[in-house]
T-cell receptor, first 113, second 116 residues
């Protein structure tokens, strides 16, 4: 299994509060991603990073920010959580070279009440 | 823009029967294609991937997939399913680096149900 750890794995929070999800990798891979998974939508890319302090937006980035101060850590922040952000969040990593695979973490279940 | 279509939201198959899950993609260049499986409450596990070469790709757990460029398809097959194959299956397409730079685009998934 790829060395990816997501924390917290489960969280319930109130509308309007800030939330940060952490992804930690031990593979020293250059690329890291945050996806959200919702019924009927599959997985959708929120943000990704291609190096320390290098990030870019994905398909559904509104309401989310990210930071990557170290190769191994990629943080996803919901500045003011809304009920529409209730979802399962997956971190993924990739070496980013031709022929390489994206590997996924176990997911973080977030409920905004 | 790239996209993936999995036409079947749910599929029910009897244990021991053959399986085919459909996947159609849209991509402007040479696609890199993946199938992932997800059990309830779990992350995604890679079943197989196609980057180049032989269009029939073998994966784990007895699965295979065939890339057909003319049909923009990458269907997943298994000759005989087991009850443990019940799960959600996702097809995905990526760019030239196989997932670098801009990640993968996923289909919405096919839920596989196995009947005894």
């Amino acid at each position: 299994d790829a060395g990816i750890t997501q924390s917290p794995r489960h969280k319930v929070t109130e509308t309007g509060t800030p939330v940060t999800l952490r992804c930690h990798q031990t593979e020293n891979h250059r690329y890291m991603y945050w996806y959200r998974q919702d019924p009927g939508h599959g997985l959708r890319l929120i943000h990704y990073s291609y190096g320390v302090k290098d990030t870019d937006k994905g398909e559904v980035s509104d309401g989310y920010s990210v930071s990557r101060s170290k190769t191994e850590d990629f943080l996803l922040t919901l500045e003011s959580a809304t009920s529409s952000q209730t979802s399962v969040y997956f971190c993924a990593i990739s070496a980013g070279v031709a022929g390489n695979t994206i590997y996924f973490g176990e997911g973080s279940w977030l409920t905004v009440v | 823009a790239q996209s993936v279509t999995q036409p079947d939201i749910h599929i029910t198959v009897s244990e021991g029967a053959s399986l085919e899950l459909r996947c159609n993609y849209s991509y402007g260049a040479t696609p890199y294609l993946f199938w992932y499986v997800q059990s309830p409450g779990q992350g995604l596990q890679l079943l197989l991937k196609y980057f180049s070469g032989d269009t029939l790709v073998q994966g784990i757990k007895g699965f295979e997939a065939e890339f057909k460029r003319s049909q923009s398809s990458f269907n997943l097959r298994k000759p005989s399913v087991h009850w443990s194959d019940a799960a959600e299956y996702f097809c995905a397409v990526g760019g030239y680096s196989g997932g670098g730079a801009d990640g993968l685009t996923f289909g919405k998934g096919t839920h596989l149900i196995i009947q005894p």
